[in-house]
């Protein structure tokens, strides 16, 4: 029977091999034609590690967006696998809400010449009960390649962790992040247009006019169901922030840890992360669409440079003050917004550290990575390892 079963991931892993590496050749032909396909990578919620929602939307939509141009700075895009041509520079970082001054990105070059490249530090904690102990390292699904220099992709503490533990726990095991794509298509995505009855008629006029640029993603939009559109919308407006999929925290970790070690698990599963979305009221979905047309896409794009900012620097409190704050300024509903924010966040926080609890042992470290919204404030996953007698300091 192990035999047969392996024979049988073995198979699935091949032939799902094959469609990725057809994908990504689609992908790269309307990459060079000045075109990219629809993936996932929001302002609110890359942060979060919706890892499997994703990976995989990109490919339930399979919709071309419209080219990248310097006059279009809030550039209508996608989870480009190749640098997009001709996309605008990044503008000098600006405070993005009052009172709050982000951290400068880190220079490339000074008057003696190119500084060497240093991994972005990002929030990593270890957290320690007795003989037991877990590393806790902030993620985002999306990145830059300067994030993870070739001669040293992350720190050496991080790196040290890695070689020390015996299991390396992201949000979704490997095996299910791959069958991921069959349930947003089968949860997130109509046979008939159904979005526009299920929107109010203001809500889908502004959501129209915001991609009226775009017929063909117009046209696709109208089959999601609004949870799934809301995520769409955020990765237009991100596209022009330059962040890639493939240097994602998740991908660079397996790259290291693969080397030398094997055992990857999943903190949740694939149906319990796919009910964050799927179990939301049309209350909850319709708030979340109209969180995304409040700001121009220009302000959208800049909330994602902020946040990719602040995980380089690594404090994953300063990174949760500011999503509140954000929150708190981008909320038609605080209710309905805190109840969203509840479901797809605080819930999944407990989860993790029950999951973290069962996999932890005396004198056998865990190294967890999840998204780096996860890990700060009062309701955080690092505050929760606390409450259960863990000892919390910066790695």
Not at 73 to 100: E, I, K, M, N, S
Request: net charge positive.
């Amino acid at each position: 029977m192990p035999d047969a079963l392996a024979a049988r991931r073995l198979a699935r892993r091949s032939r799902d091999g094959g469609r990725r590496a057809a994908f990504t050749r689609r992908l790269r032909a309307r990459a060079l034609n000045g075109a990219a396909l629809i993936g996932v990578f929001c302002v609110c919620y890359f942060g979060t590690g919706l890892a499997g929602v994703a990976y995989a939307a990109g490919a339930a939509a399979n919709t071309p967006a419209a080219p990248v141009t310097s006059a279009n700075a809030a550039a209508q895009g996608a989870r480009p696998a190749l640098p997009v041509p001709h996309a605008p520079p990044t503008p000098p970082p600006r405070a993005a809400l009052p009172g709050f001054n982000p951290p400068p990105a880190t220079p490339g070059t000074t008057a003696s010449g190119p500084v060497r490249l240093q991994p972005a530090r990002m929030p990593f904690y270890v957290a320690t009960r007795g003989t037991t102990t877990i590393y806790v390292l902030g993620t985002l699904h999306v990145g830059d390649p300067a994030d993870y220099p070739a001669a040293q992709p992350f720190r050496p503490p991080i790196m040290g962790a890695l070689a020390a533990s015996p299991t390396l726990a992201l949000e979704l095991s490997p095996d299910e992040l791959l069958v991921s794509q069959d349930d947003v298509s089968k949860y997130g995505v109509c046979r008939r247009d159904c979005l526009p009855g299920l929107l109010p008629e203001p809500l889908w006029r502004k959501l129209a006019f915001r991609l009226r640029g775009n017929p063909a993603a117009l046209d696709e939009i109208k089959k999601m169901r609004p949870w799934l559109a809301s995520l769409l919308v955020e990765t237009y407006d991100s596209l022009s922030a330059g962040l890639q999929t493939e240097y994602g925290t998740e991908a660079q970790l397996q790259n290291v840890y693969l080397r030398t070690r094997g055992k990857i698990v999943g903190l949740e599963t694939l149906p319990q992360q796919m009910r964050a979305f799927t179990g939301l009221s049309l209350a909850q979905q319709r708030e979340m669409l109209a969180q995304d047309l409040v700001q121009t896409p220009a302000q959208n794009v800049e909330d994602v440079r902020t946040l990719h900012r602040l995980w380089r620097v690594g404090d994953a409190n300063a990174i949760a003050a500011w999503e509140a704050a954000k929150t708190e300024k981008l909320a038609r509903d605080k209710r309905v917004s805190n109840s969203i924010d509840n479901r797809i966040v605080y819930e999944r926080n407990r989860r993790f550290v029950s999951r973290m609890l069962l996999i932890a042992a005396p004198n056998k470290p865990v190294f967890v990575a999840i998204g780096a919204l996860h890990l700060g404030g009062r309701k955080g996953v690092l505050e929760l390892l606390r409450q259960h007698g863990f000892v919390v300091e910066a790695g």
